[in-house]
Nanobody
């Protein structure tokens, strides 16, 4: 029922900001305990988690990308977006948005964990090149 679709430029210049949008249909991104994720894959490599935005608008990022990554949402459009700044050719890859209905909240600091991905976009290739 829930379907995701990535959109955005397929070519980005070095030092610029990579911006992608994930459009969600069949369900609301604000539904309790849902979480929404950006993941990327380099050629011939495994998946790399980039960051997550949760149903309450909280976010969490891969520490290796935190300084360059921002995930936000537009609830009026039922979309969430990725911005990756200061890109280089090493950022070239296939970018996926994904979602889960299995957020776990636990611990004294209410740490959140986004469970196994239930929904995936088809992915979009982004090339960083001059």
């Amino acid at each position: 029922q829930v379907q995701l679709r990535e959109s955005g430029p397929g070519l980005v210049r070095p030092s610029q900001t990579l911006s992608l949008t994930c459009s969600v249909s069949g369900g609301s991104i604000t539904t309790n305990y849902f979480c929404w994720v950006w993941i990327r894959q380099f050629p011939g490599k495994g998946l790399e988690w980039m960051g997550t935005i949760f149903y309450d608008d909280s976010t969490y990022y891969n520490p290796s990308l935190k300084s360059r990554t921002s995930i936000s949402r537009d609830t009026s459009k039922n979309q969430f977006s990725l911005q990756l700044s200061s890109v280089s050719p090493e950022d070239t890859g296939v970018y996926y948005c994904a979602g889960s209905g299995r957020t776990v909240v636990a611990g004294t600091h209410s740490m959140r964990d986004c469970g196994g991905m239930d929904y995936w976009g088809k992915g979009t290739l982004v090339t960083v090149s001059s």
